[in-house]
């Protein structure tokens, strides 16, 4: 199985603030590479696939990169709208994991 | 608009059986693979199966598989999730999503297993 890994496990930032999230795979896995955002209780909403491409209607500060082994998700701009837990997840095989969770909070 | 509607969850005895089903819409839902994903209470994002588009092939964590079943009506545009078996640690919401990068998500719905 394809263990994820994120890091940190929890942040907190000012508005304002460049946000970074990381995640390996423990193996090579291509692009195939989500990230969510969930808020509590709420389902989870697709912000990336394709390691880099956002879904639509998703705000551009979001941004994903990296392949094979090592990814990022980066908040270019923190808005206090964007509190939540992150999730990275891959689709190259099964089963299908996710990392732990990145629980971002606003300062 | 692509939604999807999870619908069946509810409180059961360790040991029992429960049928989720999901509906969707505003998609063309018999090209497109369909997966359960679960949430326990606190924790993390677990996938628990998928089906392809035609119901050819499924897939399963191996925590469901013998007691999990998955399937789907095109006609009906919905998939289901057959739970037998059911333990303590199946409780969670159930959350039904689009292929395999999961999007969009339906609501969830709550499963309880428990005496």
Known sequence: DI???????SLSASVGDRVTITCR???GISSWLAWYQQKPEKAP???IYAASTLQSGVPSRFSGSGSGTDFTLTISSLQPEDFGTYYCQQYNSYP???GGGTKVEIK | EEQLLESGGGL???GGSLRLSCAASGFTFSINAMSWVRQAPGKGLKWVSTITSSGG??????SVKGRFTISRDNSKN???LQMNSLRAED???YYCAKDTNFDPWGQGTLVTVSS
């Open chain 2, 91 to 93: 409780t969670a919401v």
């Open chain 1, 45 to 47: 909403k697709s912000l």
């Open chain 2, 57 to 62: 092939n499924t897939y399963y964590a191996d």
């Open chain 1, 96 to 98: 299908l994991t996710f």
């Open chain 1, 3 to 9: 263990q994820m890994t994120q890091s940190p496990s």
């Open chain 1, 25 to 27: 795979a423990s193996q």
């Open chain 2, 12 to 14: 059961v005895q360790p």
């Open chain 2, 78 to 80: 919905t998939v289901y």
